[in-house]
Structures are given as C-alpha cells and as structure tokens.
C-alpha cells in the first residue's frame, strides 16, 4: 500500500469516526431526556410518556426494511442516508413547537421513520468499506458510544442554563452536520439486503435460534426500555437534570471499554457464560431500583451497564452468527436486533408506561427485574439442554 493510499484510508477512516461521533451524540443528547421533558414539562400521562417512547421501536420494525429495499432499488445508500437524517432532525425541531399530544405523537412517528433507517445504512456502508479495504469496524462504531456518553453530559449542562427545549436545537444542529458529512463517506457501499422474510421462516424452525429471540427479548429489551425511565428515577428522588445526564455518561461512557475487551473475555470464559454475567448484572441492577436506592448509589451502579450492555451486545452478535450458516447471517442479526431494540424495547417501554400511572415507578423496574429473570431462566435451560444432547452425543460415538 502506498503512502497516498494509506493516508486516503486514514482520512476516510477519521470521517466514519467523526460521523459516528456526530450522530451517537445526537442520540445522546435528545432520547435520554425526552421521556423526562415530556412528563415534567409538557405534563403527559405515564401511558401517553411510553406510548411516544414506545412508537420509536414499533416504527422500526416496519420501516427498516423500507430503507433497505429503497437502498437496493435506487443503489444510492449515502443519499438515503441524507434522507434519513435530514427528516429526523425536521422533525426534532417540531418536537419544541407544540405540546399537544396527538401533534407530539405524529411527530414521533416522523421522527422514528427517518431515524429507523440512519444506523442500518451508515452500518452498511461502514461495513462495505472495511471489507474491502481492511480495517476495524468495532474501532470506528467505538467513537458512537463516546459520542454518546459525551452528550449527555452536555445537554445536561445545557438544560439547567437554557431550558430544557435545548435538547431538541442540539439534535437539529448536529444532525445536520452528520448529513453534511455524508458527503465526505465513500461513494461505494453494499447496500442494505431486505431478506428478512425470506429467511426468517427457516431460522425461526431452528429451536435454538428461536429461544435466543425469546431470551433476547425478556433481556435486551428492559435494557433499552430503561433509557426512558431512568431519568424519571432519578428526577424522582431529587436529582437535577445535570444528574441525569451525568448518569447517563457513566452509563453509556462505560460501555466502550467493555465492547474493547468482549472478545478477550468471549475467548477466555465461552459465550455462554458471558451472557448470564450480562443478563445476572441487568436484574440485580432492576432489582436494586425497585428499592429506590440514594442517588450515590444509582449513579455508581449505572457503570454495570458497560457489562450489562457493552458486553451483551457484540457476544449475542457472534453467538447469532455462530448459530447461524453465512448465507443467512445478515437475515439472523436483523431478526435479532428487532426482538431486542425493536419489539422488546417497545413492549417493554409501553408497560413501563402503564406500570408508571398507576403504581409507580418502582414497580416499572421490578417489572423489569422480573422479565430479565425469566430470560436468564430461559437460557440457562436450553443451555442445559443443549449440554445434554451433546453429552449423549458424545456417549453414542464413543460406544
């Protein structure tokens, strides 16, 4: 490789990061105050709070194959992704114009439509390129959750200066400067394959494939839900909307190490037992909630999340793709991140809202707690099962 090829590679490579960076911070900045903004401020109900919380993930279920076949009509994934970003951060802007309710629940629906489709195609792209010229796409999307943990803070700050409508002008702004650099990405990409149905049918009659959804959902799914309500917790006992956002730097800046060193700790101690680690620390973390602990206490145990989360993630990625044949394995991560971030995120954030109007916040999290325990309970028996086919596997051949 010559000197201009390296520094072209280098150059492109700090554009995916900064683009990262720009979007996750975005991210980081809105969703983990919205829920807050719009009980405290517009004054919404506990159920109308989870039913516009809740849209986001049953919007993506839908649209983000739309985005995908869009991409392969057209083969123009950098100018969907434009789109994509450029709808979202309009309809963030209409977010501060209006308090009522039905307009508020239109504009989430808006929002999560262009928003559905920006990860999935800046993944594509992403992946398309590492590929084919060499790289790591873990070191690139890493600057995503740095972004991320960086925002909360700082529109936390920014709220107790400017009032809490800032979060949704920092949105705008930055988002705009993420469809400005997609410009600056590599005009090549793969775009996104819409095989999901046509795959689905033969990885679902697969038991083990299957049960993992079902785990995914119950485990994943509380965890996503609770970027909604910790907020909410945490204002409840007193904390300040800095506090907040701190929380959430600690929560989301912790990730990032442990996503560094999942794959060390998948090669010293086997998925299996990576996964219960991640799936034990979410429910004891659900359970220590339900008992409304002092603030200190909340803000030191939201660092769990780097294992709850930051190791969960990239070992239930390998340990689809390990089930799974590479013809299908695009089809298996989809249906995947839809039963955790998509169906599991949205029941789970419409019952935390229900749970919130009428018993209370504690109860939302040992709701939580509960879920998460029965899909721990669920993996450790097919695991178990699993085991002991192998077992008598292993007894046949060796009679």
């Not at 280098?10 to 900064?18: E, P, S």
């Not at 046509?198 to 049960?211: C, I, M, P, S």
């Not at 599991?344 to 109007?357: E, N, S, V």
Request: hydrophobic fraction near 50%; glycine fraction near 10%; charged fraction near 10%.
């Amino acid at each position: 490789m010559n000197i201009s090829t390296q520094m072209e590679k280098r150059n492109i490579g700090n554009v995916f990061r900064l683009y990262y960076f720009v979007v996750f911070f975005g991210l980081g900045a809105l969703f983990p105050l919205l829920g807050v903004y719009l009980k405290e401020y517009v004054h919404l109900s506990g159920v109308q709070v989870g039913n516009i919380m809740s849209i986001g993930p049953v919007i993506m279920i839908f649209a983000q194959p739309l985005w995908g076949m869009l991409c392969d009509y057209t083969q123009r994934p950098r100018q969907i992704l434009l789109l994509t970003l450029l709808v979202t951060a309009g309809m963030a802007f209409l977010y501060s114009m209006t308090v009522v309710y039905p307009l508020l629940l239109l504009i989430a629906v808006l929002l999560a439509f262009g928003q559905s489709g920006v990860i999935p195609v800046s993944d594509s792209i992403t992946l398309s390129y590492v590929q084919r010229v060499g790289g790591n796409y873990g070191a690139i999307r890493l600057y995503g959750a740095l972004g991320y943990a960086a925002a909360v803070l700082i529109s936390g700050k920014a709220t107790d200066y400017f009032g809490v409508h800032v979060i949704f002008y920092i949105f705008t702004f930055v988002w705009i400067m993420a469809a400005l650099l997609t410009g600056l990405l590599p005009k090549q990409g793969t775009p996104l394959r819409a095989n999901i149905i046509e795959g689905a049918k033969t990885l679902l009659k697969k038991r083990e494939f299957a049960v993992f959804l079902v785990c995914t959902f119950l485990i994943f799914g509380p965890s996503q839900a609770s970027n909604t309500y910790l907020g909410l917790l945490i204002s409840e006992l007193g904390g300040t909307m800095t506090g907040i956002g701190f929380a959430f730097l600690l929560a989301a800046g912790s990730e990032a190490p442990f996503m560094r060193m999942a794959a060390y700790w998948i090669q010293k101690a086997g998925m299996n037992r990576i996964l219960i680690l991640a799936a034990s620390v979410s429910a004891l973390r659900w359970l220590l909630y339900f008992f409304e602990p002092p603030l200190a206490i909340i803000y030191a145990t939201t660092i769990s999340q780097g294992i709850s989360v930051g190791l969960f993630i990239p070992t239930a990625l390998q340990y689809v793709r390990d089930m799974t044949p590479p013809s299908m394995q695009s089809t298996a991560v989809s249906l995947y991140a839809t039963a955790g971030g998509g169906v599991g995120a949205w029941f789970c954030t419409f019952i935390g809202g229900f749970l919130l109007d009428r018993f209370g916040i504690q109860s939302v999290y040992l709701a939580y707690f509960i879920l998460t325990m029965g899909g721990l309970l669920v993996f450790l028996l097919e695991a178990a099962r699993t085991k002991q086919i192998e077992e008598g596997l292993e007894r046949k051949e060796s009679a």
